[in-house]
Nanobody, 118 residues
Framework: QVQLVESGGGLVQAGGSLRLSCATS????????MGWYRQAPGKQRELVAR???????NYADSVKGRFTISRDNAKNTAYLQMNSLKPEDTAVYYC????????????WGQGTQVTVSS
């Protein structure tokens, strides 16, 4: 079982920055991949950024060059640095963790609201 607690959301003007944090309840070394997803009103949840435990990353095209996913193994925390924010980035952002041993399991945080004003 993995519990995820997000923080760092809020209201920011277009062009501003926010950093989201996702604290895990177990060692991050035991988690195969961590990611950030978002869901805007009336839209499906979509992948924003993902990092595997060998630190390979992938990003949605819409955030490449603006968002950076990272992790601090000592703090068992993943981060999403969001720069040059746009109104279309407004959504609830969810942290995700994938564990593959002994079974493939997905864990989700409760979500944190990010609102970008124009």
């Amino acid at each position: 079982q993995v519990q995820l607690v997000e923080s760092g959301g809020g209201l920011v003007q277009a062009g501003g920055s926010l950093r989201l944090s996702c604290a895990t309840s177990r060692s991050i070394f035991g988690i195969n991949a961590m990611g950030w997803y978002r869901q805007a009103p009336g839209k499906q949840r979509e992948l924003v950024a993902r990092m595997t435990n060998d630190e390979r990353t992938n990003y949605a095209d819409s955030v490449k060059g603006r968002f950076t996913i990272s992790r601090d193994n000592a703090k068992n925390t993943a981060y999403l640095q969001m720069n040059s924010l746009k109104p279309e980035d407004t959504a609830v952002y969810y942290c995700n963790a994938v564990v593959t041993t002994p079974l493939i399991q997905n864990y989700w945080g409760q979500g944190t609201q990010v609102t970008v004003s124009s």
